[in-house]
């Protein structure tokens, strides 16, 4: 049977969570042990497939086609370990399945209560991925303590504490200790009021990790530890790191948590094994060089909308020991007409994925940048279907050219709806999702970045490439180095008398990792790095 290790949040949102949560995944992988994590999230949509970037950020897709938080992102970076379906639960999720069964009559006419049939579907959900071989779950409660729609989860977890016994399950809890500029002092009273608050639902905290601006005096530790009665070597301190959030694991770990939850669980204490994670840091810390690359998208005032998208250019600068500094372009502003200069100047453009109408012209022309200025290019979805249009438009002369999505009377619609999607209604959950097999061409740059020709990636679209245009595009010189099996889907296109112009229809973000950059922007950075040297002689 799993261990389990709960993670709750106090006094404001936004202190990092999934981060931390992540990370101490990160220690436990390190001790040696087999985890599982999981993020449970109180709001009552169903998932956060059909919710805004400005009110949640990007929406996470696992292999099995789940449409989760961006947490679950964090905890593949960080942890290496694939998420899945039951990663991530909702209210709303939980709700419908209950009501469901209520529909059915599987509770056989008894009334509905959110004790026990709401915190019994909740500890359900959690000990679904209590699996053969797992030694803990760690499960992070989305919200704050104090909001009315997590007093379920926080009786869910409590109810479990009581079942599964003290040795086998912690709570840890994330809080902000500010400082008050006006008066130099670190205050400690909303840390108490959110201990307080989950004391009275009956769950103890084992270990507090404490947000700050400032270092916590010890002083300030011992207070924390008093009033809320936990012991004072778990009072952790967590401030923002200085170079990358790949720090916060070594943080953690150099004030004893990882320590401090295995003899917690009774578990063996093997040392751990932090040295690639190490190195990893030292040569964010120590960089080469700097390569400047810039992101055309429609939500560039959102670092959280492509939350993936950014990591993954980091890590493809990681793998060739460089920095990257990412420039924020709106698609509007170049289709205005506005920061050309700036497209042009970085080394490399990359045009994300996205939704909607707004910002589409721009996107097409950064494309067009990218091609006639031999600038290295990385279209990712939306952003590959933008580099089809451009080129058809552009190169084939086939004016008006569009996707059938924004354009339905176009005269040429080279994206167009798949044809399984022609008769979905619904919104959620009816993309084409997760992990899709496709085939690379040989000689391609595609082909050489992965070193193989068969490739696994995540999906998230409704639209694709009209096949009725590939035979003429390829005449013009667009290659399509990636389709489906079966020959039907463009997976990839690339365009070979180019330094690096290469787009996909998946979303390669999402598989990258820290340690395991993403061949699609280990190259594509590379590309870029090579372009600051052409620039620099």
């Given at each position: 049977m799993a261990k389990y290790l709960f993670v709750t949040g106090g006094v404001v949102s936004s202190l990092g969570k999934g981060i931390t949560a992540a990370s101490i995944g990160q220690l436990m992988i390190s001790r040696g042990l087999n985890i599982r994590m999981q993020k449970m999230d109180p709001y009552l949509n169903v998932d956060p497939g059909t919710m805004s970037p400005y009110q949640h950020g990007e929406v996470y897709v696992t292999d099995d086609g789940a449409e989760t938080d961006l947490d679950l992102g964090h905890y593949e970076r960080f942890t290496g370990q694939p998420t899945s379906q039951k990663s991530n639960y909702t209210a709303g999720r939980i709700y419908w399945d209950v009501l469901r069964k209520e529909r059915r009559g599987d509770y056989l006419g008894g009334t509905i209560q959110m004790i026990p049939h709401i915190t019994d579907a909740l500890k359900e959900a959690i000990r679904s991925i209590d699996e053969a071989g797992v030694d803990i779950i760690i499960c992070e409660i989305g919200g704050t303590v104090g909001d009315i729609e997590g007093l379920t989860f926080l009786e869910a977890i409590r109810q479990i504490g009581l079942e599964e016994g003290p040795d086998n399950v912690m709570y840890i809890h994330l809080t902000y200790v500010p400082y008050i500029k006006a008066a130099g002092e670190v205050k400690t009273k909303p840390?108490?009021?959110?201990?307080?608050?989950?004391?009275?639902?009956?769950?103890?905290?084992?270990?507090?990790?404490?947000?700050?601006?400032?270092?916590?005096?010890?002083?300030?530790?011992r207070k924390l530890s008093l009033f809320c009665n936990v012991p004072l070597h778990a009072v952790i301190e967590e401030r923002d790191v200085e170079h990358s959030i790949y720090e916060v694991p070594l943080v953690l770990s150099e004030q004893g948590l990882d320590d401090l939850i295995m003899v917690h669980f009774r578990l063996a204490r093997p040392p751990a094994k932090l040295n690639k994670w190490r190195k990893m840091v030292s040569d964010i810390v120590h960089p080469k060089g700097t390569v400047r690359i810039g992101v055309v998208g429609k939500y560039s005032e959102l670092q959280d909308a492509y939350k993936s998208i950014f990591e993954a250019i980091e890590h493809g600068g990681m793998a060739h020991k460089y920095s990257v500094e990412i420039i924020k372009i709106a698609a509007e502003d170049v289709e205005d007409g506005k920061r050309i200069d700036e497209v042009l100047s970085v080394d490399g453009i990359l045009v994300p994925g996205g939704f909607g109408e707004r910002g589409i012209e721009g996107k097409i022309k950064a494309a067009q940048i990218a091609r006639e200025n031999r600038i290295p290019y990385l279209g990712i979805c939306l952003g590959m279907q933008c580099a089809v249009i451009e080129f058809a438009r552009n190169v084939c002369g086939l004016k008006g050219a569009d996707s059938s999505e924004r354009d339905k009377d176009t005269p040429h619609p080279v994206i167009c709806l798949m044809e399984e999607q022609e008769t979905v209604i619904d919104l959620g959950g009816t993309m084409r999702l997760g992990a899709w097999p496709c085939k690379l061409k040989k000689g391609t740059r595609a082909a050489e970045a992965y070193k193989t020709g068969d490739i696994s990636e995540r999906h998230r679209h409704r639209y694709e490439v009209n096949n009725s245009y590939r035979e003429q595009m390829e005449a013009k010189g667009l290659v399509f180095s990636g389709l489906s099996p079966d020959g039907h889907l463009v997976e990839m296109i690339e365009i070979i008398d180019h330094p690096w112009y290469v787009a996909s229809q998946f979303h390669p973000e999402l598989k990258s990792q820290p340690i395991n950059p993403h061949p699609l922007f280990k190259d594509f950075i590379g590309a870029a790095i090579a372009r600051t040297a052409v620039k620099q002689s």
């Amino acid at each position: 049977m799993a261990k389990y290790l709960f993670v709750t949040g106090g006094v404001v949102s936004s202190l990092g969570k999934g981060i931390t949560a992540a990370s101490i995944g990160q220690l436990m992988i390190s001790r040696g042990l087999n985890i599982r994590m999981q993020k449970m999230d109180p709001y009552l949509n169903v998932d956060p497939g059909t919710m805004s970037p400005y009110q949640h950020g990007e929406v996470y897709v696992t292999d099995d086609g789940a449409e989760t938080d961006l947490d679950l992102g964090h905890y593949e970076r960080f942890t290496g370990q694939p998420t899945s379906q039951k990663s991530n639960y909702t209210a709303g999720r939980i709700y419908w399945d209950v009501l469901r069964k209520e529909r059915r009559g599987d509770y056989l006419g008894g009334t509905i209560q959110m004790i026990p049939h709401i915190t019994d579907a909740l500890k359900e959900a959690i000990r679904s991925i209590d699996e053969a071989g797992v030694d803990i779950i760690i499960c992070e409660i989305g919200g704050t303590v104090g909001d009315i729609e997590g007093l379920t989860f926080l009786e869910a977890i409590r109810q479990i504490g009581l079942e599964e016994g003290p040795d086998n399950v912690m709570y840890i809890h994330l809080t902000y200790v500010p400082y008050i500029k006006a008066a130099g002092e670190v205050k400690t009273k909303p840390t108490q009021q959110s201990v307080a608050k989950l004391r009275e639902i009956g769950i103890l905290p084992h270990a507090l990790i404490c947000r700050s601006e400032v270092a916590l005096t010890d002083d300030v530790r011992r207070k924390l530890s008093l009033f809320c009665n936990v012991p004072l070597h778990a009072v952790i301190e967590e401030r923002d790191v200085e170079h990358s959030i790949y720090e916060v694991p070594l943080v953690l770990s150099e004030q004893g948590l990882d320590d401090l939850i295995m003899v917690h669980f009774r578990l063996a204490r093997p040392p751990a094994k932090l040295n690639k994670w190490r190195k990893m840091v030292s040569d964010i810390v120590h960089p080469k060089g700097t390569v400047r690359i810039g992101v055309v998208g429609k939500y560039s005032e959102l670092q959280d909308a492509y939350k993936s998208i950014f990591e993954a250019i980091e890590h493809g600068g990681m793998a060739h020991k460089y920095s990257v500094e990412i420039i924020k372009i709106a698609a509007e502003d170049v289709e205005d007409g506005k920061r050309i200069d700036e497209v042009l100047s970085v080394d490399g453009i990359l045009v994300p994925g996205g939704f909607g109408e707004r910002g589409i012209e721009g996107k097409i022309k950064a494309a067009q940048i990218a091609r006639e200025n031999r600038i290295p290019y990385l279209g990712i979805c939306l952003g590959m279907q933008c580099a089809v249009i451009e080129f058809a438009r552009n190169v084939c002369g086939l004016k008006g050219a569009d996707s059938s999505e924004r354009d339905k009377d176009t005269p040429h619609p080279v994206i167009c709806l798949m044809e399984e999607q022609e008769t979905v209604i619904d919104l959620g959950g009816t993309m084409r999702l997760g992990a899709w097999p496709c085939k690379l061409k040989k000689g391609t740059r595609a082909a050489e970045a992965y070193k193989t020709g068969d490739i696994s990636e995540r999906h998230r679209h409704r639209y694709e490439v009209n096949n009725s245009y590939r035979e003429q595009m390829e005449a013009k010189g667009l290659v399509f180095s990636g389709l489906s099996p079966d020959g039907h889907l463009v997976e990839m296109i690339e365009i070979i008398d180019h330094p690096w112009y290469v787009a996909s229809q998946f979303h390669p973000e999402l598989k990258s990792q820290p340690i395991n950059p993403h061949p699609l922007f280990k190259d594509f950075i590379g590309a870029a790095i090579a372009r600051t040297a052409v620039k620099q002689s």
